[in-house]
Each structure stands twice: as structure tokens, then as C-alpha cells.
């Protein structure tokens, strides 16, 4: 047993770390002192030009910190290299002013992103979807899936049972909306093209044929948020024009190139998706389902990152302010089991991006090649998933089993909110 009850401390924020020199009794102006140099950074800046990555290396290791560039940096002087910078918060601290007194503009830019990271992710505004004004940071908010589809993955799609546009379909539409917004769904997802790996694409008019008497229903009897999951303009404008109050686009706006000028137009919000879906490296198991295989990435989180961040730029210069942009990395859209694991292990590193983030990780195949187990024994590893993207940073969930996973964000919320 350890005479002095030693042990390690972890994720260790600015308030935690206060709080842990209080609990010993440590003078208020030390703290204040002590806080920055108890916070650790890993930095990585990526295509920082030889000259000014071999400045910056020297100027962090003598501030007492590290730095890792590539090893072909000292090879010429015309090539970039990427940066991995390891220090405290008071090295970076005293790193951003050097920075600044170098003639370097790209070190300048550099300091000035540093001092903007070290600031944290500022909240986004508050967000009105239709009945529902989401305040980012306070809690996290259940989007419900509606599938009013014959072939959903999950096999919960309403059409397999129902004809397309029915007042059957359209009944049953309602009473599983009805239970979903009873156990707490703040948002419901109204899809009726499955996104499964290998669906074949649906024309836009079966497509309208079932989504719009539902959600002209929807928002007529209840008083909820509805959002269209599609990536066509036509659709999208319909849907809206029927009562949707947002846009879920699993292609991030590039397919349908005319989807950002109705988004735009009818100052809706947006989710927009990363995906790198390819029919060719999908594989489906009779079981299990459809799953993608080989899909390469230069760099995991940073592509994932770069191309969300080409996304919002793009549906900002279309006209779609930035406070009503969602962003959602796309869990197993182009992924493989392996990648999509460590994309939501390391999912607060989205948070940079400075956007409101939605993550679905219901019943998906990676949970089942992970557990070995079809899509209706995998509530305990949606719920899984579901608590370990709320801790890293997701806004909204988007989710089956409305009930257990409130339950599971409402718990998880009890711990993670706290922490701020």
C-alpha cells in the first residue's frame, strides 16, 4: 500500500487542474501560474516550408518543448515538411510572441493559429430547427431515424411493410415518430433512400413519393424538429416546402450541385457529411452487412478534417452562413471497420474545425464486425459508441433506439458537461 496514496492523474483541463491545487491548498495566484504549464499540447501543422519549420523547431526546443519535422527537411530549401510540436501551454506561450518577431509571414500565421488553439473552440451561436433552438456545449441533442424505406441496413425501413406514399405507410411513419419523440428524440431524420453500402441509387421521384406525405404529416400533428436525409435538390425543396426545417446531406452538398442554392435560399441548416464511398470497395456478409475494405488515406483525421473544412467553405460561398452548418465525419461512409474505431476515438480533434458536430454510429457494421453480432444485437455497442463520441465532442447523435440512447447521452452529459 503506498504511504503517500500516489496516483495519476488524467484528462486534466484547465478547471480540473485548478481544482486539483485547490484541493491541496495552493494560493490562488499560484494557480493561476501553475495551470498553464500543467496543460499539455501535441500540435501538428501540416506543409510548413523547410525554412520556416527548421525556425520553428529551434525556437520550441528553446523554449523547453519539442519538435518533430521530417527527415528530409535539411535535404533542400524549396520543400514542406510537417510539424509536431510537444509542450506545455506556457512554452507555447512563450513560442507565439518569437514567432511574431520572425520575417517569416508563414510564421506569423503560425503564431496566430497557435494562440487561437490554445484560446479553444469558441461555442457556435445558438441554432433555431424549426421548434427547436440548439445551444451548443449545453447538452446533446437525439436525432431519431425515420426510415421510410424497403431496404434500410438496419431493418427498421417502414416502405418494406407499406407501399410508397400509402396513408398505411404514412399511419405507421407517424406512430413510430410519435414513440420516438416521447422517449426524448429532439430531432427526427426522415430518409427514403437507403445509404447502405452497395443500395442502388433511387430515382428522385420514388424518392418523393415516400418522404413527403410523412413529413407533411409529421409536421402537422407534432410539435418536433424534422430533417430531410437527401442529397438531391429537388427532394430537399420539396421536403421543405412540406415542412422539414433542415437538410442532412450524406455527400456534403457534391452531388447535387444545385442542393447548396436551395439550402441557401431557404435559409435552412445543413449537415454536411464526409464520404468517400466507392460501390467497388464495399463487401457485404449475409450477416453482418456491407462494409468498406482497402479505402486509403493519406492521413486519416487530417483528410477527414481538411475535407469537412473544403465542405463549409464551399456551402459558406454559396450563400449558407456559417451558424446553420452541421458538420459529421461520415462514420462508415468510406471507411473501414479499423478506421471508423479510430475516427471516433480521436473525434474531438474535429472540434478545431469550429462547427457544431453530428456523429451516427447506430447499429452500423463497424460495431458489427467488432462484436460479431446483425444489426438488431447491437444496441449495447451503439450505446458504446454513443457515450465515447458525446465525451470527444459530438453535439448530436443520431440514433435507433431513441430511448436507450437518451438515456445513455443524458448520463454521459452528467459527467462530460460537468467537466466545463
Known amino acids: ?92 506561450r512563450r513560442l507565439i510572441p518569437k514567432l511574431r518577431q520572425q520575417p517569416m509571414r508563414s510564421l506569423h500565421t503560425i503564431a496566430g493559429e497557435l494562440e487561437a488553439l490554445l484560446a479553444g473552440p469558441s461555442l457556435p451561436p445558438p441554432l433555431t430547427v424549426g421548434p427547436l433552438t440548439c445551444r451548443w456545449g449545453e447538452r446533446t441533442y437525439v436525432m431519431g431515424i425515420l426510415n421510410v424505406t424497403p431496404d434500410s441496413f438496419s431493418g427498421d425501413g417502414l416502405a418494406a411493410a407499406f407501399e410508397a406514399g400509402s396513408p398505411a405507410l404514412v399511419e405507421a411513419a407517424l406512430r413510430q415518430a410519435r414513440r420516438m419523440v416521447a422517449e426524448g428524440a429532439d430531432i427526427l431524420d426522415v430518409g427514403g433512400e437507403s445509404t447502405r453500402p452497395g443500395a442502388t441509387p433511387l430515382p428522385a421521384e420514388e424518392e418523393l413519393r415516400r418522404v413527403v406525405p410523412v413529413i407533411a404529416r409529421l409536421a402537422k400533428e407534432l410539435p418536433v424538429a424534422i430533417s430531410i436525409d437527401t442529397y438531391k435538390a429537388t427532394v430537399a425543396e420539396a421536403a421543405l416546402d412540406a415542412g422539414a426545417h433542415m437538410v442532412n446531406d450524406v455527400w456534403a452538398l457534391g452531388r447535387d450541385h444545385e442542393l447548396a442554392g436551395v439550402v441557401a435560399r431557404r435559409q435552412a441548416p445543413v449537415i454536411l457529411m464526409h464520404n468517400r464511398s466507392r460501390p467497388a470497395e464495399a463487401t457485404v456478409d449475409a450477416q453482418l452487412g456491407g462494409r468498406y475494405q482497402g479505402t486509403e488515406y493519406h492521413d486519416l483525421l487530417g483528410d477527414v478534417i481538411a475535407e469537412l473544412r473544403g465542405s463549409a467553405e464551399a456551402a459558406q460561398a454559396a450563400g449558407i452562413a456559417r451558424e446553420r452548418i ?23 480533434e474535429l472540434r478545431s474545425l469550429g462547427y457544431p458536430l453530428l456523429i451516427g454510429t447506430s447499429r452500423k457494421s463497424f460495431t458489427g464486425y467488432t462484436l460479431k453480432l446483425p444489426p438488431d444485437q447491437r444496441v449495447e455497442g451503439t450505446a458504446a459508441s454513443v457515450a465515447l463520441a458525446i465525451d470527444r465532442g459530438a453535439d448530436i447523435v443520431r440514433v435507433h433506439d431513441v430511448q436507450a440512447m437518451v438515456r445513455v447521452a443524458r448520463l454521459t452529459d452528467a459527467v462530460v458537461r460537468r467537466r466545463g
Open 1 to 92: 500500500m503506498s504511504a503517500f496514496n500516489t496516483r495519476s492523474l488524467s484528462r486534466l483541463d484547465a478547471g480540473s487542474l485548478a481544482a486539483e491545487m485547490a484541493a491541496i491548498d495552493v494560493d490562488a495566484p499560484g494557480v493561476r501560474i501553475m495551470v498553464p504549464k500543467g496543460r499539455f499540447h501535441a500540435v501538428r501543422l501540416d506543409g510548413v516550408p523547410y525554412a520556416a519549420a527548421s525556425i520553428l523547431k529551434q525556437e520550441m526546443l528553446s523554449k523547453g518543448g519539442e519538435a518533430a519535422v521530417g527527415r528530409n527537411i535539411y535535404k533542400g530549401q524549396g520543400g514542406k515538411s510537417g510539424v509536431l510540436l510537444l509542450g506545455t501551454e506556457a512554452q507555447y
Open 326 to 348: 452541421i458538420v459529421d465525419p461520415g462514420i462508415g461512409f468510406g471507411k473501414t471497420v479499423q478506421q471508423n474505431l479510430r475516427l471516433i476515438d480521436r473525434l474531438a
